[in-house]
C-alpha cells in the first residue's frame, strides 16, 4: 500500500482527535461549545505569546483600562521578565506570565483571557516554585500576587505561612511520587 503524504500534519492534532474521543458522546450544541472554547484557547495563546513580545521590547499600549494593556504596561513598569520557567523538580514546575524580585519584593503577575474565573492559588504556587529553586524563605521577603482578568486587577499579598504551607506540601508530594516512581521502575 502507498500510503498518502500527509507530513504536513506532523504535531498536530485533530480536532475530533481519535485519542480524545470524548466527542462521540456530544450532542450538536456541545461540540460547537467546546470547538468555542478550543478557539478561546488558541486566542489565548496567541494573545499571552503578544503580551511576552511586548514586555521583552518594552512596547507599552494605549492606557485605555482594559485586560492586556494593564497587564503589558505593568509587567514592563516594574520590570518584569515574560514567561520565566520556575523549576524544584520534574514533577513540580511551571511558567509564570511576568514575574520579578527586586528589593527583597517578589511580584508575579497572571494574565487571564478566558471567562473561567482565575484562583490565586495558582500563583501562590508559583511563589513556592520560586521560594524552592532560589532558596529563598517566605518569611524573609514580601510578594505581591496580580491576576488581570476581564479588565481587573486582583492584587493578593500572601502571608508567609501560605506559601510555606504549599513549599511543604510540593517537597512533600515530590517525595511520595519518586517512591511510587521507583517502585514502578523496579
Keep these: 500500500?502507498?500510503?498518502?503524504?500527509?507530513?504536513?500534519?506532523?504535531?498536530?492534532?485533530?480536532?475530533?482527535?481519535?485519542?480524545?474521543?470524548?466527542?462521540?458522546?456530544?450532542?450538536?450544541?456541545?461540540?460547537?461549545?467546546?470547538?468555542?472554547?478550543?478557539?478561546?484557547?488558541?486566542?489565548?495563546?496567541?494573545i499571552h505569546e503578544?503580551?511576552?513580545?511586548?514586555?521583552?521590547?518594552?512596547?507599552?499600549?494605549?492606557?485605555?483600562?482594559?485586560?492586556?494593556?494593564?497587564y503589558v504596561n505593568d509587567a514592563i513598569g516594574y520590570?518584569?521578565?515574560?514567561?520565566?520557567?520556575?523549576?524544584?523538580?520534574?514533577l513540580a514546575y511551571g511558567t509564570t506570565d511576568a514575574i520579578s524580585f527586586r528589593k527583597n519584593l517578589l511580584r508575579i503577575h497572571?494574565?487571564?483571557?478566558?471567562?473561567?474565573?482565575?484562583h490565586i492559588d495558582q500563583l501562590k504556587v508559583y511563589a513556592a516554585y520560586f521560594c524552592?529553586?532560589?532558596?529563598?524563605?517566605p518569611a524573609d521577603i514580601k510578594i505581591e500576587l496580580r491576576i488581570y482578568q476581564n479588565d481587573k486587577v486582583e492584587i493578593y499579598k500572601p502571608e508567609a505561612i501560605e506559601i510555606e504551607d504549599i513549599i511543604n506540601k510540593i517537597v512533600h508530594f515530590d517525595k511520595v511520587l519518586r517512591k511510587e516512581i521507583m517502585k514502578e521502575d523496579s
Excluded at 500500500?1 to 462521540?24: C, E, G, I, P, V
Excluded at 518594552?58 to 492586556?68: E, F, S, V, Y
Excluded at 520590570?79 to 520534574?90: C, F, H, N
Aim: charged content about 25%; aromatic content about 8%.
Design 1 to 46: 500500500m502507498k500510503w498518502n503524504d500527509h507530513s504536513k500534519l506532523k504535531d498536530t492534532h485533530s480536532f475530533l482527535s481519535a485519542s480524545q474521543h470524548a466527542w462521540l458522546r456530544y450532542s450538536d450544541k456541545q461540540l460547537v461549545e467546546r470547538w468555542h472554547s478550543a478557539q478561546a484557547a488558541k486566542d489565548g495563546t496567541a
Design 50 to 70: 503578544l503580551a511576552a513580545q511586548l514586555i521583552s521590547r518594552g512596547i507599552k499600549l494605549p492606557n485605555n483600562k482594559q485586560n492586556l494593556s494593564n
Design 79 to 90: 520590570k518584569m521578565s515574560p514567561e520565566v520557567t520556575l523549576y524544584y523538580s520534574d
Design 110 to 118: 497572571d494574565l487571564k483571557t478566558g471567562r473561567v474565573p482565575a
Design 132 to 137: 524552592l529553586e532560589y532558596e529563598v524563605k
